[in-house]
């Protein structure tokens, strides 16, 4: 059974950091694209960060870009999404996909938020940051 576990969520203060990892098993890790997305209260699934499958192409979010730093480990079967400068609007729900693309990007990564596939999803991880 494929199965994602994201673990690293917490509360910090506003210029804090944490770093969020996705643990995957029960399926070949190595051939799909991992991608973060948040959803805060009464806000739309949005896409965060994207890595694809050999790591040789990333995507981030205007809103994250020169904040947050997507890398994975295939031989772990996981990836991590480093979180620096973290402001309060970064408070979410943070959730980690498998998504069987080639392509990370805003399209692709906005399919997947409307969708939910194709792929398969973890069950997330609070991100709180004070102000």
């Known amino acids: 059974e494929e199965q994602l576990v994201e673990s690293g969520g917490g509360l910090v203060q506003a210029g804090g950091s944490l770093k969020l990892s996705c643990a995957a098993s029960?399926?070949?890790?190595?051939?799909?694209?991992i991608a973060w997305f948040r959803q805060a209260p009464g806000k739309e699934r949005e896409g965060v960060s994207c890595?694809?499958?050999?790591?040789?192409?990333?995507y981030y979010a205007d809103s994250v870009k020169g904040r947050f730093t997507v890398s994975r480990d295939n031989a772990e079967n996981t990836v991590f999404l480093q979180m620096n400068g973290l402001k309060p609007e970064d408070t979410a729900l943070y959730y980690c996909?498998?998504?069987?693309?080639?392509?990370?990007?805003?399209?692709?990564?906005?399919?997947?938020?409307?969708?939910?596939?194709?792929?398969?999803w973890g069950q997330g991880t609070q991100v709180t940051v004070s102000s």
């Open positions: 029960g399926f070949n890790f190595g051939d799909y694209a």
């Open positions: 996909a498998a998504m069987m693309t080639t392509i990370c990007d805003a399209e692709n990564l906005a399919i997947m938020a409307r969708v939910r596939g194709p792929g398969f």
């Open positions: 890595t694809t499958s050999n790591a040789d192409s990333t």
